[in-house]
């Protein structure tokens, strides 16, 4: 089945700051891949994600790329802020191909310093 | 508001009292799923559900049931809970088909087995 690496597990950076969280995945069949954000307290939350036909995607201060060939995906925070502060998780997924089981990782604490 | 609604929120048991967890969601979600969400291991899926009576077994199903008999809920049963069964438990859902496999999570249920 799918494996799913995240790096690093846990990540402190001033506010203001990039901060840059990278995963691999071991099934090249997979097609769909999900970042989560999870505050304290709540479930996770889909921040942006990216589907295996484009190599990178924005939304405002965050965008994902990523590398098929290499079997890696990054998700990029710019101008971080305190509110940034969370768990994140990446995720794969065969989706649409017929099995929408996540495989995730096991999460990046991430912590913005004022 | 769209949203998936899990209870109780919270649950304290004995080892070997039969309990269930609920997962609700308005969206008319085809997909749901269950997972557990334990420290330094991140989210592992137990069970999903393609549809109503469709259900199958994610990485982690021993010690759990499920059933889906309305197309809007998917509980979750533990017949005798066990010590090992203490974690955070999230259900998700989402809709079937290339584009919309955008999973949604609701807030949590911690369990305490003792």
């Known amino acids: 089945g799918e494996n799913v690496e995240q790096h690093p597990s846990t990540l402190s950076v001033q506010e203001g700051d990039s901060a840059v969280i990278k995963c691999t995945y071991s099934d090249s069949a997979s097609n769909y891949f999900p970042w989560y954000k999870q505050e304290l307290g709540k479930g996770p939350q889909l921040i942006i994600d990216?589907?295996?036909?484009?190599g990178e995607k924005k939304d405002q201060r965050i965008a994902v790329t990523l590398n098929k060939t290499a079997k890696h995906f990054s998700l990029h925070i710019t101008e971080t802020q305190p509110e940034d502060s969370a768990v994140y998780f990446c995720a794969a997924s065969t989706g649409g191909a017929g099995s929408y089981q996540l495989t995730f990782g096991k999460g990046t604490k991430l912590s913005v310093i004022p | 508001e769209a949203q998936v609604t899990q209870n109780p929120r919270y649950l304290i048991t004995v080892t070997g009292k039969k309990l269930t967890v609920t997962c609700s969601q308005n969206?008319?979600?085809?997909?749901m799923s269950w997972y557990r969400q334990d420290p330094g291991l991140g989210l592992r899926q137990i069970y999903y559900?393609?549809?109503?009576?469709?259900?199958d077994k994610g990485d982690v199903p021993e010690g759990y049931k499920v059933s889906r008999k309305e197309k809007r809920n998917f509980p979750l049963i533990l017949e005798s809970p066990s010590p090992n069964q203490t974690s955070l438990y999230f259900c998700a859902s989402s809709l079937i088909g290339t584009g919309k496999e955008t999973q949604y999570f609701g807030p949590g249920t911690r369990l305490l087995v003792l």
């Open positions: 559900s393609m549809n109503v009576e469709v259900t």
């Open positions: 969206m008319n979600h085809e997909y």
């Open positions: 990216i589907r295996s036909n484009v």
